[in-house]
């Protein structure tokens, strides 16, 4: 890729419209990112640590809580660097780094999430033949097709993006590398890579949540036809933490790429949702809204507290 700049760095610009508010937003998004983290590794602690969460439902949901860890780490460290009052400079090969895998985590969990609507799909539509169906080589299947699927959407991306020539302006108008900041800065025809990077990341959205759209619908009919109330509230509560948990992630994914015009403070505003609170509440809402996972997790407080006062 070098063989095409002479550029060696880039210059973040970062969040529009906040300067003097640096300080503020260093200890606002420190804290949100180590509670992103910290919430996230519980989780996982929870499930790893717990017999009775090993089935294919919570080792996705230990995947999730992998990715959630991953993906604003992508971006959350080199922001927090600049907002101390650090260089906002990245170099040429860590922008596209950026760039990539910002989109193989993100497309990844996308994936994710359209396996894990399927395993719901399955325990609700065929409970009587789930453990079947999920086997645990059918479930790892499913995990590597979506990071089959991630990386091909990245190596896409990124080859499109930095195959043009960077040798003029570097200051890029965004918080981190993404496609629609790094694109205006190149010095020959980038038509081709907008095109391939909407039509890419929109087809994929669209493909996913369509996907998604399809096993609630299933599970939509199936909770009505259940006679009990019991019987549809618990059917309705293992599933009710998934979907808030996907329109967070898929919603500021189509208003970036599927926009006409770029608009860097809305850009900005939206992928701080996407990047970083969305990770965060993911954690929130399937430790608040799961029994099991709540259970788990005071085992594993009661252990740690144990531990402390010995």
């Keep these: 890729m070098r063989n095409h700049t002479s550029l060696t ?105 359209s396996v894990m609507a399927y395993d719901r799909f399955v325990a609700i539509c065929h409970p009587l033949r789930y453990m079947l169906i999920m086997k645990p080589e059918v479930c790892i299947a499913l995990v590597m097709a979506s990071w089959l699927v991630g990386i091909l959407h990245a190596t896409t991306l990124t080859s499109f993006t930095f195959r043009l020539t960077y040798c003029g302006p570097r200051e890029v108008d965004h918080f981190f590398c993404d496609i629609p900041a790094v694109l205006p800065l190149a010095c020959n025809d980038s038509s081709l890579a907008q095109r391939v990077g909407s039509v890419n990341v929109g087809l994929l959205a669209l493909a996913l949540l369509f996907s998604v759209c399809v096993s609630y619908t299933h ?68 430790s608040l809204r799961n029994k099991e996972v709540k259970n788990s997790l005071k085992r594993v407080f009661r252990k740690v507290i144990l531990i402390v006062l010995e």
């Design 9 to 113: 760095e880039f210059i973040l610009r970062g969040i529009p419209q906040t300067e003097g508010l640096e300080p503020v937003l260093f200890v606002l998004f420190s804290f949100i990112y180590l509670f992103t983290l910290l919430g996230n590794l519980l989780i996982f602690t929870a499930i790893t640590s717990s017999s009775a969460l090993h089935t294919p439902m919570y080792f996705f949901l230990g995947l999730l809580s992998i990715f959630d860890m991953l993906f604003p780490s992508v971006t959350c460290p080199k922001m927090l660097l600049y907002l101390s009052g650090q260089s906002r400079a990245i170099s040429y090969e860590g922008c596209a780094a950026q760039l990539f895998f910002y989109h193989l985590l993100g497309s990844t969990e996308g994936c994710l999430y």
């Design 219 to 286: 599970i939509g009919i199936a909770i009505l036809r259940i006679r009990s109330a019991e019987g549809r509230q618990k059917a309705f509560s293992t599933c009710s933490a998934h979907l808030t948990a996907i329109l967070c992630a898929y919603g500021p994914v189509i208003i970036i790429y599927l926009q006409r015009a770029p608009n860097p403070l809305l850009g900005a505003v939206v992928q701080i949702l996407n990047n970083i609170v969305s990770p965060m509440l993911n954690s929130l809402i399937y």
